[in-house]
């Protein structure tokens, strides 16, 4: 049987009522037959039907063995950085989400938890940077926003010749296009907001793991710390993972012919897809993944923030916005949105530059997203004239 066919007959029909559609169990108890006898559930922060649904289908989805859904995908890091102790340490990839590092650098590190940030699209550099305290390699792949990617099976082979876990972000390419558990993962993390979810609607956060011990051990954190997802946002992330395998394949065909785009366009430095041969690790995405994904980043080569900014303040289409993984097509500006909490000296160390663009490649046809970018990237702003950058007053992003 073919994974789409399987996937949505994996989803269960009502046994109550018929119904097609998951029922959404609104509610924060069941009644018990005798103190300690139900049927399954007894308090909604503790299991709720609508929630354990998603999550036995999202274990399914990543080849796991139990899932855990989260409040958001923050919360989901959190509870996974919950599994370690004072003393512990952390190998991260050096271009992370912004958030991460807000939460291991601020959060954690007081805690006693030290962070050591690598280039992980090399296995040497995860190698080199483990301790005899290291006990997680954490990584994006592909990474946001500069799309490198990271040779998980190679990696997880390390990993386990050190007795560390390897969680592995597969928010950008989904279980679609990746199945990072299947590859030596022992972990896998979702932000459930961007592709899973699929309509910029709802903000959830998705944990699969494949031992099922250690499935438990996140799950009586979620319990004891509290930052479930309700019964509504869980259906609401069931139907769009309904679809998918569908936008995930438009998302990839339209982001491949932006990219290509962007790298015939004269203002444009430098453009960051993995479905690109000219991208550094093309050939690992190749093997790990079935697709290349719906983000696309690039430079310009007036390579300052004031012709970002203008650019992401002038497209039509391209809503300038947070987030990515929807129907519709965003734009950002990660050193002053998504990324903007982190050093600027480490972020740009990273690659993310001051004049890098993402985009998130949504459902519209293709020729009229390529006219709105080709508007914007014509405008004065991105030139350069004798190496002196035109200068041009834009307004910023919220």
Not at 225 to 239: E, Q
């Amino acid at each position: 049987m073919h994974t789409t066919t399987a996937l949505i007959h994996s989803i269960p029909v009502d046994p109550l009522t018929g119904a097609v559609s998951v029922p959404i169990y609104q509610t924060s108890t069941f009644v018990q037959e005798a103190p300690g006898v139900n049927k399954g559930y007894d308090y909604s922060r503790t299991n709720n039907p609508t929630r354990a649904t998603l999550e036995s289908l999202a274990a399914g989805l990543e080849q796991g063995s139990t899932g855990i859904a989260f409040a958001s995908g923050l919360a989901a890091i959190d509870a996974i950085a919950k599994l370690l102790q004072t003393g512990d340490e952390i190998v991260a990839v050096d271009d992370i989400y912004g958030g991460a590092y807000r939460l291991f650098t601020q959060v954690y590190e007081k805690f006693g938890i030290k962070i050591n940030f690598t280039d992980t699209s090399n296995p040497e550099h995860v190698f080199n940077a483990i301790t005899p305290k290291t006990k997680l390699i954490w990584l994006e792949t592909p990474t946001n926003p500069t799309l490198k990617i990271s040779d998980i099976a190679a990696i997880a082979k390390i990993a386990k010749a050190f007795n560390c876990l390897l969680c592995v972000d597969n928010t950008f390419a989904t279980p679609a296009l990746q199945q990072p558990l299947s590859l030596g993962a022992d972990i896998v993390v979702h932000s459930a907001t961007k592709y899973l979810g699929g309509h910029s609607d709802l903000i959830a956060g998705i944990v699969v793991t494949k031992d099922p011990e250690l499935g438990a051990r996140i799950k009586y954190l979620q319990n004891a710390c509290g930052a479930i997802l309700g019964p509504f946002d869980s259906w609401l992330v069931i139907r769009g993972i309904e679809t998918l395998h569908l936008r995930i394949k438009q998302h990839c065909t339209t982001a491949l012919e932006i990219a290509q785009f962007l790298q015939t366009h004269p203002a444009v430095d430098r453009v960051y897809y993995p479905g690109l041969p000219s991208h550094p690790n093309h050939a690992v995405a190749k093997k790990q993944s079935s697709g290349f994904g719906g983000i696309v980043s690039f430079t310009l080569k007036n390579d300052t923030e004031a012709a970002a900014v203008a650019l992401v303040s002038s497209t039509g289409l391209f809503k300038l916005a947070e987030s990515l993984g929807g129907i519709k097509s965003l734009i950002s500006h990660p050193a002053n949105m998504t990324h903007k909490s982190i050093p600027a000296e480490k972020r740009r160390a990273a690659g993310v530059s001051d004049s890098l663009v993402r985009l998130s490649i949504g459902l519209e046809d293709a020729s009229d997203l390529i006219s709105d970018l080709k508007q914007a990237l014509d405008q004065p702003y991105t030139r350069t004239t004798n190496n002196h950058s035109i200068q041009q007053v834009s307004t910023t992003a919220n």
